[in-house]
């Protein structure tokens, strides 16, 4: 079973960055697609972002592509997001996955979930 452990989120300024981390452990990490959600209060979990396996493809959901960026270090068993330019909206309790299916993790089709790293951006 893998676990993913997620941090670096806080609090920030509209404009300003943040860059995500999420740790895996357990199963083979490179066996997985990873990805990035989030959920705003009241809201649903929404999909931010997808890397391949091997890191050399990405996906981002809408409005998410050119200010965030995806990546991973599979030597290092890590995945992180990249939030630039950073806007209200996009506070949000921020989620890391796992999936064995690279093209469905935008359906949710996920095998293991982290516990959330809350980011909140201040106007």
């Known amino acids: 079973q893998a676990q993913l452990v997620e941090s670096g989120g806080g609090l920030v300024q509209a404009g300003g960055s943040l860059r995500l981390s999420c740790a895996a452990s357990?199963?083979?990490?490179?066996?997985?697609?990873m990805g990035w959600f989030r959920q705003a209060p009241g809201k649903e979990r929404e999909f931010v972002a997808a890397v391949s396996w091997t890191g050399d493809s990405t996906y981002y959901g809408d409005s998410k592509k050119g200010r965030f960026t995806i990546s991973r270090d599979n030597a290092g068993n890590m995945v992180y997001l990249q939030m630039n330019n950073l806007k209200p909206e996009d506070t949000a309790d921020y989620y890391c996955?796992?999936?064995?299916?690279?093209?469905?993790?935008?359906?949710?089709?996920?095998?293991?979930w982290g516990q959330g790293t809350q980011v909140t951006v201040s106007s």
């Open positions: 996955a796992a999936s064995t299916d690279y093209y469905s993790i935008r359906r949710r089709s996920i095998d293991y």
């Open positions: 357990g199963r083979r990490f490179s066996s997985y697609a």
